[in-house]
């Protein structure tokens, strides 16, 4: 589903990932983790091309790309990529002067072109898979934090894309709040869908995920399963990592 090689991306002279490979099958969940500023929100955003890759090559379902310096990449893959990866994002990002469920039916009209009560259908049955049928007509500051990411995860999956990026759903959520986001995650993941995740959530990471991957300095350092990366890791760097969180 997810094919990277070679990935390489600076700000400036600031070289922020160094050659990046990784390989996600369908219904996989890839969980990212690694300390602040090693490039993991960087990665993520460079699976939906929302950051320009400067080298190495992408594939992603049917779309691929391969990233020379300043080439430019055509508009319209772009938008077909983006099509086919939601995204949820840290500060969860809803449209605040449209209901819970206009937030949800929005792009299904304006990028899908389908009617209005058809995307509205749909839009009925994503809220009622996170739980909340009954504030479909909320606005999003009457919401949790909770509930607005849930909206949120909704909203991501009305394109049905093949593969959902989360960018640290729960960190802007108060502590009894993160619970009710990483459970509808959970249930998502049980369900097959294709996952990328950025978080700090070592429990949940071990929970969910298939592959996990340990980033530093802009290298994956580690990768595996949850076990062998969390609990046998082979770099002292790793080790330093994961008893710090401890
Ligand atoms: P992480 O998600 O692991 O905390 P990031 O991918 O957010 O790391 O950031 C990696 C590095 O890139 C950091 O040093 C950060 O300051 C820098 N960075 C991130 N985004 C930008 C940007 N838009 N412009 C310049 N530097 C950036």
């Known amino acids: 589903m997810i094919e990277i090689r070679d990935l390489h991306k600076s700000y400036g002279s600031l070289e922020v990932l160094k050659g990046i490979d990784l390989t996600l099958s ?26 320009m890759p400067d080298r190495g090559s992408l594939k992603l379902g049917e779309n691929a790309f391969e990233f020379h310096g300043r080439a430019k990449i055509p ?22 002067h449209m209901t819970a469920l206009e937030n949800v039916v929005e792009a299904q009209v304006t990028v899908q072109k389908k009617n209005k009560s058809e995307a509205r259908k749909r839009a009925e049955i994503l809220l009622e898979k996170v739980g909340l049928a009954d504030k479909a007509d909320s606005y999003p500051h009457k919401l949790s934090g909770g509930q607005q990411q849930r909206v949120a995860i909704a909203r991501a999956m009305a394109l049905d894309p093949e593969v959902l990026l989360f960018d640290e759903p729960t960190s802007a959520l108060d502590p009894e709040l993160v619970g009710e986001v990483l459970k509808v995650m959970k249930q998502l993941a049980a369900e097959g869908m294709t996952m990328a995740i950025v978080t700090h959530e070592m429990k949940f990471a ?15 350092i580690e990768q595996g399963s949850p076990k062998e990366v969390l609990n046998h890791p082979k770099t002292s760097r790793a080790v330093q990592f994961l008893n710090h969180l401890n």
């Open 26 to 51: 369908k219904g996989e969940v890839l969980v990212i983790i690694g300390p602040s500023g090693s490039g993991k929100t960087t990665l993520l955003r460079c699976f939906n091309l929302l950051e």
């Open 75 to 96: 508009q319209k893959d772009i938008l077909a990529l983006r099509k086919n990866t939601g995204m949820v994002f840290q500060s969860f990002n809803l449209f605040p």
């Open 206 to 220: 071990a929970d969910i995920a298939d592959h996990i991957i340990l980033m530093d300095d802009g290298h994956i």
